[in-house]
């Protein structure tokens, strides 16, 4: 009995003190996902007009015809009564897919979102973004050095950010 006791004391402290190491660590900033940091498009996100945004992420590139992109914000498409939970689909069947960006024209930053798609990534993509007050909703896809690109105005009751 008293073997058992012990047992799981010990089995308490080993806990604490690898629990208390772990923190420690964390705290240190040894553990920081430096490969995700090292791909942060910072100047994209803190770029303050849609087009310093746009240039910032993708660059120059040619545009392109935009019916091989379809979008969709919000419930219903045109309308959102919350702008802080804004529903967003990005559709198409383009091949060869770089970028994948969702710019909101009046945000303080107008980059809501921007992913590099790997091959285990299948469209259609939805997530939600914040939107500050009515505006265009702007979806760009970078396929084969082209820029897709279409608009969606949406307006929205109360504004999601500040």
Known sequence: MVDSVNQQRRSVIKGAISA??????????????QRLLAHWPSDAFNAETVEDALLALVGQAEIADDTALRFKVGSPPSYA???????????????????????????PSPLAMSIEPTAALKLPFKSMIKIAEDSDVIAVIRADGKLYKTTRFVEVDIGGCA
């Open 20 to 33: 208390s190491t772990l923190a420690l660590v964390a705290a240190s900033g040894l553990l920081l996902p």
């Open 81 to 107: 009564v919350n702008g802080a939970s804004v529903p967003i689909e990005v559709q198409s069947d383009l091949a060869n897919i770089e970028r994948v960006a969702v710019l909101v024209a009046k945000n």
